[in-house]
């Protein structure tokens, strides 16, 4: 069940709102800023918004953390990488080392714009050594200012 509205239906708003941020965070057509949006403006501006956007970044941390443990994992499992994987990490470390050799900014960027592509940073971040903590808090901190920007953003214009 991947429509928003039936979850909310079934789940009511508080669980609807943290399963649509997990299903958000690992199928692509599923919108959490567009399902915060709607709810934002069916309710105004009242306190429980707050707790819906939380409850929305909580669900995509919990959406991402399995994608986190798989690569990390698979590259403690892969032992010593292959000539091209290990290119290809390389690629990828010098690319975050623009950032001051801090793969942890890409993360940031990405989790509050969506630039580079949230779902490639955020797996890519296991591979890149990001620790457990630092992931996600900056995962669930980013999001949660993301979607307070994006629900402020549409109640702002209404």
């Known amino acids: ?36 949006v709607g709810v934002a403006l069916e309710l105004g501006g009242t306190p429980e918004l707050a707790a819906l956007v939380v409850l929305a970044s909580l669900g995509q941390l919990v959406g ?10 698979a590259v ?3 032992g010593t990488p292959s000539a091209k994987t290990r290119t290809r990490i390389e690629r990828l470390r010098r690319w975050t080392a623009r ?7 890409v993360l940031v960027a990405s989790a509050l714009t969506g630039i580079p592509p949230f779902s490639i940073v955020a ?11 630092a992931f996600a808090a900056i995962v669930f901190g980013g999001r949660a200012v ?8 549409a109640l702002w214009w209404r």
């Open 1 to 36: 069940m991947t429509d928003p509205q039936a979850l909310v239906a079934q789940l009511g708003l508080y669980a609807g709102s943290f399963a649509v941020g997990a299903l958000s965070s690992v199928i692509p057509f599923v919108v959490v800023d567009v399902f915060l």
């Open 64 to 73: 991402k953390l399995p994608m986190y443990y798989a690569v990390r994992g």
């Open 76 to 78: 403690a499992l892969a």
């Open 99 to 105: 950032f001051r050799g801090r793969p942890h900014l």
């Open 123 to 133: 797996s890519a971040a296991g591979l890149l050594g990001i620790r457990i903590r």
């Open 146 to 153: 993301r979607f307070a920007v994006v629900v402020t953003v």
